[in-house]
């Protein structure tokens, strides 16, 4: 009995290790058609067109980076707002609601989000946010470029914006947390020097945790990247690639959401599968070097 | 006051004003989502949602096919996910604490925690649909347990790695088996942390979306058989809000505040059930 618990449990927790392994393998076995048709130009090239039969997964690369991106950008500043906030501005009686509220808002699924985004933010953009954007913009070098019109409404701008609202709870809490092991010794014997509490945050607070603080957003930043439904509601589903935030696009889990089940034939699937298997891969990467340097910094304060 | 004074001040009251304005503006603007899926939702609300089935455009109908199938996809998931989760975190957390795989299983399953699920829909799509020749509704949950058990498996391992040592040594001097000293003294001493592991578990793969697309599929009709494509709440809210019909557009609006009602009140009882147990975030 002994020995049997200990190997079942020994079999379970491999079944983690065979299960990564698994996914790499059988993602890549069936993206090898595609691999071995385009090779590395797959990556590089901006055609996604199933009727020639010719695939490039640029675009849809693209999108992805440029969403997560923007997502982090808005939500980052906002989710240190919220966590300065409570760690060191909130009246105690508004701490515990307020870290109840956010905790249970990171629960929400992302189906939810993107319903949302679509039916009430879309709308929103199209007749206001988007036409002020463009009518600003219009003749300045870089932001004229960025928000360069027609507004549709959906597209990357309206994409990155509901990812922001979805990657909001998960930052703010995660910084409430970093922040929160901050010894009080330390914050205490910066105040008693006279500094202010922004100063306290600043010089204080968050140089001791910048190591945690960089793993949390690469956690977010990964999470984002593998989005699907918050995304595939609002980004317009085109396949191509335009230097204006207005423009619809496509990120690789909202191409996979919509092609996969109407691949026109073999080479299309197995090219959408290759979407999946970098997807996997690049997050991968991203949430093991968050990971990484949040255990790194675990292991330097326990020692 | 000198300037460099009057500076400090004025910055110092500058970030003030952001964090409390972006607290303000974070919470509400959820808070506003959660709104209007609600009032929406109830809008949308009625009888037929919960007696009838996905209709054709322009006719009545609800969601009960869909409600059933989710149902049904989530209990089956959770009993796969269960006792793969129990027993990893039991072997993480009892076997082999600080050593090289458990060290390295811990790592891997906390990428898996985050890693793009519509990844785990493909994978299964290629083990299970492919060689079947048919979407079904055991895919969809064998998809879904991929998400599920991560998070067991997580919450088992922080959890029995709180009881404290001398309980096990006291019971293992008693002459107690490693296995018995487990499922008795650690698991008693453990449970309402693990009963949330699950919960947490089960409102992560209500939601879930992506990995059903292309395992379960969906289905417009009453099908309680899983063998073949199962009606799921998400990928029905999926497919209504794409269409261009008024009507489905309501039905999907009381599809979504039924599973942010879902998700919220299991979240709600988890937290009533076990006051500062583990968050469900990372």
Redesign the interface.
């Given at each position: 009995?002994?020995n049997?618990?200990?190997n079942?449990?020994?079999?379970?927790?491999?079944?983690?290790?065979v299960?990564?392994l698994?996914?790499l393998f059988?993602?890549t076995r069936?993206a090898w058609p595609t691999f071995h048709t385009f090779g590395f130009s797959f990556f590089v090239t901006n055609i996604w067109n199933p009727v020639t039969n010719q695939y490039g997964a640029l675009s849809a690369i693209y999108g992805t980076v440029v969403t997560s991106f923007l997502a982090l950008i808005l939500a980052l500043?906002?989710?240190?707002?919220?966590a300065?906030?409570?760690v060191?501005?909130?009246p105690p009686l508004v701490v515990k609601p307020?870290r109840?509220?956010?905790?249970?808002?990171?629960?929400?699924?992302?189906?939810?989000?993107g319903?949302?985004g679509?039916?009430?933010l879309v709308p929103v953009f199209q007749d206001y946010i988007q036409p002020f954007l463009i009518r600003h913009s219009e003749g300045l070098p870089v932001l004229g470029k960025l928000f360069a019109g027609p507004g549709f409404g959906v597209g990357l701008l309206s994409a990155g914006c509901v990812l922001a609202?979805m990657v909001?709870?998960?930052i703010?809490?995660?910084l409430t947390d970093v922040f929160k092991t901050v010894s009080p010794a330390l914050k205490e014997s910066a105040y008693a020097l006279g500094a202010?509490?922004?100063?306290v945050?600043r010089s204080v607070v968050a140089p001791s945790t910048i190591g945690p603080i960089m793993g949390g957003v690469m956690?977010a930043f990964?999470?984002a990247?593998?989005?699907?439904?918050a995304v595939?509601?609002v980004i317009g589903n085109a396949h191509r690639l335009s230097p204006s935030l207005l423009a619809p696009g496509t990120t690789i889990?909202a191409s996979?959401?919509n092609e996969?089940?109407e691949a026109t034939n073999d080479l299309h699937t197995s090219s959408?599968?290759a979407l999946?298997l970098t997807?996997?891969a690049v997050?991968?990467v991203v949430?093991?070097c968050g990971?990484?340097s949040i255990?790194l910094l675990e292991r330097r304060r326990n020692a | 006051m000198s300037f460099r004074y009057q500076y400090?001040?004025w910055?110092?009251r500058?970030?003030?004003l952001?964090?409390?304005?972006?607290?303000l503006?974070?919470?509400s603007?959820?808070?506003l989502?959660?709104y209007?899926?609600f009032s929406?939702g109830i809008g949308a609300l009625s009888l037929d949602v919960f007696t009838h089935t996905t209709p054709p455009p322009g006719e009545k109908g609800g969601l009960i096919n869909a409600i059933v199938g989710s149902v049904m996809m989530s209990i089956l998931t959770m009993i796969i996910a269960i006792?793969?989760?129990?027993?990893?975190g039991?072997?993480?957390a009892?076997?082999?604490k600080n050593g090289k795989?458990?060290s390295?299983?811990r790592?891997?399953?906390?990428?898996?925690l985050?890693?793009?699920?519509?990844?785990?829909g493909?994978?299964t799509?290629?083990?299970i649909v492919r060689p079947t020749h048919s979407f079904s509704g055991y895919a969809g949950a064998v998809a879904l347990s991929?998400i599920a058990f991560?998070v067991i498996?997580r919450t088992t391992d922080d959890m029995l790695t709180l009881v404290p040592d001398q309980l096990r040594e006291a019971a293992a001097a008693l002459g107690a088996?490693?296995?018995h000293i487990?499922f008795t003294i650690c698991f008693r001493m453990a449970r309402s942390g693990i009963v949330t592991g699950l919960l947490?578990a089960f409102?992560?793969i209500?939601?879930?979306?992506?990995p059903l697309?292309?395992t379960a599929?969906n289905n417009q009709f009453w099908n309680v058989r899983m063998t073949g494509p199962t009606p799921n709440l998400?990928v029905t809210?999926?497919q209504l809000?794409?269409s261009p019909y008024p009507d489905w557009?309501q039905l999907?609006?009381a599809g979504?505040m039924i599973?942010?009602l879902a998700?919220?009140s299991i979240?709600?009882v988890t937290?009533i059930l076990t006051d500062g147990a583990p968050?469900?975030?990372?």
């Open positions: 009995m002994n049997l618990i200990k079942l449990s020994l079999f379970c927790a491999a079944l983690v290790i299960l990564v698994a996914i059988v993602l069936a500043p906002i989710g240190f707002g919220i300065f906030y409570l060191e501005l909130a307020l109840i509220a956010i905790e249970l808002l990171a629960g929400i699924p992302s189906i939810v989000f319903f949302w679509l039916f009430v609202i909001l709870p998960f703010a809490a995660f202010t509490r922004w100063e945050m956690l990964g999470r990247l593998g989005e699907t439904m595939t509601f889990s996979i959401a996969f089940n959408l599968l999946g997807l996997f997050s991968f949430l093991a990971k990484a255990l | 400090r001040i910055v110092n500058l970030f003030t952001f964090a409390t304005a972006s607290a503006v974070g919470l603007l959820l808070l989502i959660l209007q899926v929406e006792p793969i989760g129990l027993m990893g039991i072997y993480l009892e076997y082999n795989l458990g390295c299983v790592f891997l399953n906390d990428i898996l985050s890693a793009p699920s519509i990844c785990f493909m994978f799509y290629q083990i991929f991560p498996l088996p490693v296995w487990i947490l409102a992560r209500v939601g879930e979306t992506a697309l292309f599929l998400p809210i999926y809000a794409m557009h999907a609006w979504a599973i942010t998700v919220l979240n709600i937290r968050s469900n975030r990372l």
